[in-house]
T-cell receptor
Framework: GAGVSQSPSNKVTEKGKDVELRCDPI?????LYWYRQSLGQGLEFLIY????????KSGLPSDRFSAERTGGSVSTLTIQRTQQEDSAVYLC??????????????FGPGTRLLVL | AQSVTQLGSHVSVSEGALVLLRCNYS??????LFWYVQYPNQGLQLLLK??????LVKGINGFEAEFKKSETSFHLTKPSAHMSDAAEYFC?????????????FGSGTRLQVQP
């Protein structure tokens, strides 16, 4: 079966522009996560969606970052007015949901974002 | 608050030698512990995890890890390294909190396997 997919795989943008990153979770997974992987900060949690519940946005680094999940499936991470420090690999993961914090998260290949 | 420390950002072993990647965690409640592997330009793949029960956990590709509560450790081992094991390895912790399921990752250990 298909795994988690992300698009685009690479994105180059200019400082100040907005970008949208897309994540398609594994079919049937109700939980979806976004993480950021950067040289200086390692792997950081950004946001977590579980079904129709309010998302856990506690990891978003600033109000320039937002995410939505439509229809309980596809998610879009939006970064407004990009800055050079936003350059990183953005990873999406999904899990079955409802089992608890020990359940496995399945990761996509990531979107590599470069802000010039 | 939970945290993960991986000792050694780079580890180099010879092919056929023992692999030992160290992970120590800090958690105020019983933790759930994970090891993920990341190959170049790929996402993370689960190697193994500890939730409850047996403290020695076996994973894919011949890897295993032992949860030692007294030492707050979850070190990853493999008896004999293979060239294909060269990758970056991340230890992660998830607390038993239904409101939050995000993983907290260590800084990673890059494993090199010399022929």
């Amino acid at each position: 079966g298909a795994g988690v997919s992300q698009s685009p795989s690479n994105k180059v943008t200019e400082k100040g522009k907005d970008v949208e990153l897309r994540c398609d979770p594994i079919s049937g997974h109700t939980a979806l996560y976004w993480y950021r992987q950067s040289l200086g900060q390692g792997l950081e949690f950004l946001i977590y969606f579980q079904g129709n519940s309010a998302p856990d946005k506690s990891g978003l680094p600033s109000d320039r970052f937002s995410a939505e999940r439509t229809g309980g499936s596809v998610s879009t991470l939006t970064i407004q007015r990009t800055q050079q420090e936003d350059s990183a690999v953005y990873l999406c993961a999904s899990s079955f949901g409802g089992v608890g914090p020990g359940e496995t998260q399945y990761f996509g290949p990531g979107t590599r974002l470069l802000v010039l | 608050a939970q945290s993960v420390t991986q000792l050694g950002s780079h580890v180099s072993v010879s092919e056929g030698a023992l692999v030992l990647l160290r992970c120590n965690y800090s958690s105020s409640v019983p933790p759930y512990l994970f090891w993920y592997v990341q190959y170049p330009n790929q996402g993370l793949q689960l190697l193994l995890k500890y939730t409850t029960g047996a403290t020695l956990v076996k994973g894919i590709n011949g890897f295993e890890a032992e949860f030692k509560k007294s030492e707050t450790s979850f070190h990853l081992t493999k008896p004999s390294a293979h060239m294909s094991d060269a990758a970056e390895y991340f230890c992660a912790v998830s607390e038993f909190s239904w409101g939050r399921r995000a993983l907290t990752f260590g800084s990673g250990t890059r494993l090199q396997v010399q022929p």
